[in-house]
């Protein structure tokens, strides 16, 4: 299927370096091969294959490869000066794109700056608004089934739901055993396994990792690591409560989702909010990437409990409010509440089963499927 960032990645590369980031099959390097198919010569080289990590070191790959694709490169010692070496020395005629499963900047640190040489793009998983592209199907039956599926390529697409069930168990089994030694050492692995379980079932509530710690018998620093290290290699969501000034905001608890929908053990309306939280992510980092914006997500929560699950930031300012629903159409009495103190940001409740737009006073009150497929990404 043609992915959402095709023709921004195309754009990009006529100007700059492009950096691809994201999960773990999500699907960075299929997404790759496909543009390769659009250049006379292409190159791709991944670091985790011997040999292709000998060609690497050696930078002994085709100097006559238009597009150069250089995957996992985060991995290699120094990786920042080395590919700030390349960037320098490559041909103006070559264009060159670096992918990889976790941030960039995360990996290995060094005093080398690659200020003003690449381009950022976040690839997100699969959206209701890419679904029914691909699939010419209604926003409620994408919906349905990102819910049921998650948005990540291979489970998503396969044909029978054992088959997807199979590949996000084998999934969550690597993670924890390949990509999380990349970070940790291996007598923690243990521990990171049981609270990546633990994550699973409090998704969407304000997270208190000092709870957590003590149920584990490890310090919440730890834990604040592990949750990092999860954050980092684009396992989970962490969604941080709004406030203007943000080291108020990091005081407070919060919020976990996980990029594979599939990964969440809850009800069903924990389900669609994770799903939701993942469209979301989706949204602000393109328009992040793509428009140059400060966007953010967060949630609202007072000290009395009154809580609304979303709100977007741009530049600093809320633009919109959203709160989710599986059926209820009455206006949430938070989302009246924040609507009125934010007059300027849009107010919208989003309910799954709705069969119609409503107009609650300040509120849309809105069919979430066709909400969604309204968004950019």
């Keep these: 299927m043609q992915r959402y960032l095709e023709p921004q990645l195309l754009r990009d590369l006529a100007c700059k370096t492009v950096v691809l980031t994201g999960a773990r099959q999500v699907g960075k390097t299929t997404l790759a091969r496909q543009l390769m198919e ?24 085709n100097p006559a490869a238009t597009l150069l694709v250089l995957d996992e490169i985060h991995k290699m010692p120094a990786w920042k000066s080395w590919l700030k070496g390349v ?22 640190q060094s005093g080398e700056s690659l200020a ?23 926003p409620q039956d994408a919906l349905l089934h990102l819910i049921e599926r998650g948005g990540f390529p291979e489970p998503c697409l396969a044909e029978r739901a054992d ?32 609270f990546f379980e633990l994550l699973r079932e ?13 149920d584990l018998a490890v310090s919440p620093t730890t834990l604040r690591r592990y949750l990092d290290i999860l954050e980092a290699l684009y396992v989970v969501i962490v969604v941080q409560p709004w406030h203007r000034n943000i080291a108020r905001a990091l005081l407070q608890a919060p919020k976990v989702y996980f990029t594979d929908t599939g990964l969440v053990k809850g009800s069903d309306g924990v389900r669609f909010e ?16 793509t428009r140059g914006l400060e966007a953010g997500l967060h949630y609202i929560r007072t000290k009395d409990g009154a809580e609304v699950d979303f709100c977007l930031s741009s530049d600093g300012a809320l633009t919109q409010l959203v709160e989710c629903k599986l059926a209820d159409s009455s206006p949430h009495r938070a989302l009246l509440r924040f609507a009125a103190q934010f007059a ?22 809105l069919p979430a499927a066709e909400w969604l497929a309204r968004l950019e990404a």
């Design 38 to 61: 659009r250049f006379e010569r292409a190159q791709y080289l991944n670091w985790d294959v011997p040999v292709d990590r000998a060609v690497l070191l050696r930078q002994s790959w």
């Design 87 to 108: 960037i320098d020395a490559k041909l103006p005629a070559q264009f060159l794109l670096v992918t990889g499963s976790a941030r960039m900047e995360t990996f290995r």
């Design 116 to 138: 003003g040489r690449y381009l950022h793009l976040h690839l997100a998983p699969i959206s209701v608004r890419e679904w029914c592209t691909h699939r010419q199907t209604t």
């Design 163 to 194: 088959d997807a069930q199979r590949w996000r168990r084998q999934y969550a089994t690597d993670l924890i055993r390949e990509d999380v030694l990349e970070f940790s050492r291996l007598h923690e692995i243990n521990t990171m396994r049981v």
């Design 202 to 214: 409090r998704v969407g509530s304000p997270l208190s990792l000092a709870s957590l710690a003590r």
């Design 274 to 289: 994770n799903a939701v939280a993942v469209m979301l992510t989706k949204q602000v980092h393109f328009l992040s990437d």
């Design 344 to 365: 300027d940001a849009e107010a919208v409740q989003i309910v799954r089963d709705a069969r119609q737009e409503e107009r609650r006073g300040p509120i849309a009150v």
